[in-house]
């Protein structure tokens, strides 16, 4: 059974910097995408960030792009999200996704392209 085990939230002042990793283990994983999504309080879960694990190409929802940067460990089944300029809006519980199974598709924004998720960390910005 794959695992997805998260770490690196936490309260952060506004501007500043947080860098999340999510690490797959347990069972046989290859990973064709991974992606971080984020889900604020009443809100639905939104994508946030993916990468494509072959080669490497990266996603990002408008909202994030430049200050936000997706990268990946393949070795160890790593995937991190550094997170610069932080603001107040970014403020969510943040979740790591993998795509497992087969996809003729380089990410996915939606949830249901992925098959294994995190269980969540805490992203909170001060204003």
């Known amino acids: 059974q794959v695992k997805m085990v998260e770490s690196g939230g936490g309260l952060v002042q506004a501007g500043g910097s947080l860098r999340l990793s999510c690490a797959a283990s347990?069972?046989?994983?290859?990973?064709?995408?991974m992606g971080w999504f984020r889900q604020a309080p009443g809100k639905e879960r939104e994508f946030v960030a993916a990468?494509?694990?072959?080669?490497?190409?990266?996603y990002y929802t408008d909202a994030v792009k430049g200050r936000f940067t997706i990268s990946r460990d393949n070795a160890k089944n790593t995937v991190y999200l550094q997170m610069n300029s932080l603001k107040f809006e970014d403020t969510a519980v943040y979740y790591c996704a993998a795509k497992s199974s087969y996809s003729a598709y380089f990410y996915s924004t939606a949830t249901y392209g992925y098959d294994y998720w995190g269980q969540g960390t805490q992203v909170t910005v001060s204003g």
């Open positions: 990468i494509n694990w072959s080669v490497g190409s990266t």
């Open positions: 347990g069972g046989i994983f290859s990973a064709y995408y």
